[in-house]
């Protein structure tokens, strides 16, 4: 049973790592082996919404923007074509998540799996540096992105490290790619949410309901340092922790 200490110090972590390119998912897996929490798939989840719903109010306006422009079915428009590009993204996540899924909830119990996440987030980091080039996203960079974040649903792989990382490998402009991998994660936590659904009891509601707050404060902190570093090309600067913590984690796996 998920206790409320615990839902703090996860959602605490949760808000810290989120948005941080250090992967929110491998930090949360690695606390559950030394501190030994049983995390339900479906607090997992919770804590992804409620970091999510701080990208909601960082893109407030292009989200009111997207969904005018699809009501209106104005596709034709920057925005309707915006939305088009998060929904052709998001099939290739959804497609890579639920065929993936037995191995993605075995990996959070494999702290050499773990670690190798990290330091495979630490090369996508090392590659883009000094990467940007004046594109936005079209349906190539959608689809190749998108595939990108189903397989940082592996815990250690960080989701907008190697989605930002991916776009400016792929010649976007870093805060137009920082933009589109932000948006894109909000389809991918609500369709995880829906996912886990079932596995939601009783009592674990008001912890989860305190993670989720804990997890929403923070988050806002750690959303605005990351587009802090997109926007002065310092991304990169994360790899020298995520190689640091990824051999923890397969050092931990000879102890634990």
């Known amino acids: 049973m998920l206790g409320l200490i615990e839902a703090i110090i996860l959602g605490l972590i949760q808000g810290i790592t989120e948005w941080l390119p250090v992967s929110s998912s ?18 997992d989840a919770l804590l992804h919404v409620a970091t999510t719903m701080v990208v909601g109010l960082q893109y407030r306006k292009d989200l009111a923007a997207i969904l005018r422009a699809v009501a209106r079915l104005d596709l034709d ?11 052709a993204g998001t099939i290739p996540t959804a497609v890579l998540g639920l065929l993936l899924r037995s191995f993605f909830e075995f990996s959070f119990a494999n702290l050499p799996i773990i670690g190798a996440g990290f330091l495979f987030s630490a090369f996508l980091l090392r590659a883009s540096k000094d990467k940007s080039g ?8 959608a689809l190749l992105i998108g595939t990108m974040q189903g397989i940082a649903v592996t815990p250690g792989v960080s989701r907008s490290g190697t989605t930002i ?16 991998s932000l948006l894109l994660l909000i389809p991918a936590s609500l369709g995880a949410l829906v996912l886990e659904a079932t596995q939601v009891t009783v009592t ?13 404060m923070v988050g806002y902190a750690s959303l605005k340092l990351l587009l802090r570093a997109v926007r002065t090309g310092r991304l990169h600067s994360f790899m020298y922790y995520c190689m640091g913590i990824g051999v923890l984690a397969i050092l931990l796996s000879f102890t634990l």
């Open 204 to 216: 674990s509601v008001v912890p989860s309901i305190v993670g989720m707050i804990v997890a929403a």
């Open 134 to 141: 004046i594109a936005r996203p079209d349906l190539r960079h």
């Open 77 to 87: 428009s920057a925005e309707g074509r915006l939305g088009i590009l998060v929904l």
């Open 165 to 180: 990382s991916t776009g400016l490998l792929l010649g976007v402009d870093r805060m137009e790619a920082a933009r589109y």
């Open 26 to 43: 491998g930090h949360l897996a690695i606390m559950q082996k030394v501190l030994g929490i049983d995390r339900p798939l479906f607090f």
